[in-house]
T-cell receptor, first 112, second 114 residues
Framework: DGGITQSPKYLFRKEGQNVTLSCEQN?????MYWYRQDPGQGLRLIYY???????QKGDIAEGYSVSREKKESFPLTVTSAQKNPTAFYLC???????????FGSGTRLTVV | QKEVEQNSGPLSVPEGAIASLNCTYS??????FFWYRQYSGKSPELIMS????GDKEDGRFTAQLNKASQYVSLLIRDSQPSDSATYLC??????????????FGSGTQLTVLP
């Protein structure tokens, strides 16, 4: 079955540590997106990529980094520069404008 | 700045009633409109898409689009407690690459009371 897989489901980060969230899709979608969602809030765009080896900053890119070396994969690194990283992180992929996005199940990141 | 506005919640309706969720958008060139449902602690799932003016029905859900008024709505008939969730409106940005990037509203939280 085609889909989008995020791992891990839960992640704990110590102060000053970088962590990487995985996102893999087998939908053959060109575009991939990372969103952050805080409790009771909407989706905020962190980074997006329309094609392999290219990506753009979204609205809240500071403290985050991404790579897009393969069409299927779009990992997000939360760096120590992100001072308040505790949130629900959602990865999405999109094909044409006709079908909207497919979301992964999300990663819940907590700072300990 | 593309904007998608949803009516502020939370919205509470009794079981069996019709729930009406509304959304307005700023870019007149948008062509694709989506409703996502997000249960607490879960990721959004696509429940309706609409592209032409008028109504589109799928089971208990009806999406309505009025491009002249830049307005899209979602009606849920015979609301059930299992419909309690946050509903996100999303609209495509026609100026984005392949016009496929979506702008999301902040969501409306719906509670269906037994």
């Amino acid at each position: 079955d085609g889909g989008i897989t995020q791992s891990p489901k839960y992640l704990f980060r110590k102060e000053g540590q970088n962590v990487t969230l995985s996102c893999e899709q087998n939908l053959n979608h060109d575009a991939m997106y990372w969103y952050r969602q805080d409790p009771g809030q909407g989706l905020r765009l962190i980074y997006y990529s329309q094609i392999v080896n290219d990506f753009q900053k979204g609205d809240i890119a500071e403290g985050y980094s991404v790579s897009r070396e393969k069409k299927e994969s779009f990992p997000l690194t939360v760096t120590s520069a992100q001072k308040n990283p505790t949130a629900f992180y959602l990865c999405a992929s999109g094909g044409t404008s006709y079908y909207g996005y497919t979301f992964g199940s999300g990663t819940r990141l907590t700072v300990v | 700045q593309k904007e998608v506005e949803q009516n502020s919640g939370p919205l509470s309706v009794p079981e069996g009633a019709i729930a009406s969720l509304n959304c307005t958008y700023s870019d007149r060139g948008s062509q694709s409109f989506f409703w996502y449902r997000q249960y607490s602690g879960k990721s959004p799932e696509l429940i309706m898409s609409i592209y032409s003016n008028g109504d589109k029905e799928d089971g208990r859900f009806t999406a309505q689009l009025n491009k002249a008024s830049q307005y899209v709505s979602l009606l849920i008939r015979d609301s059930q407690p299992s419909d309690s969730a946050t509903y996100l409106c999303a609209v495509n940005d026609p100026t984005s690459g392949s016009a496929r990037q979506l702008t999301f509203g902040s969501g409306t939280q719906l509670t269906v009371l037994p």
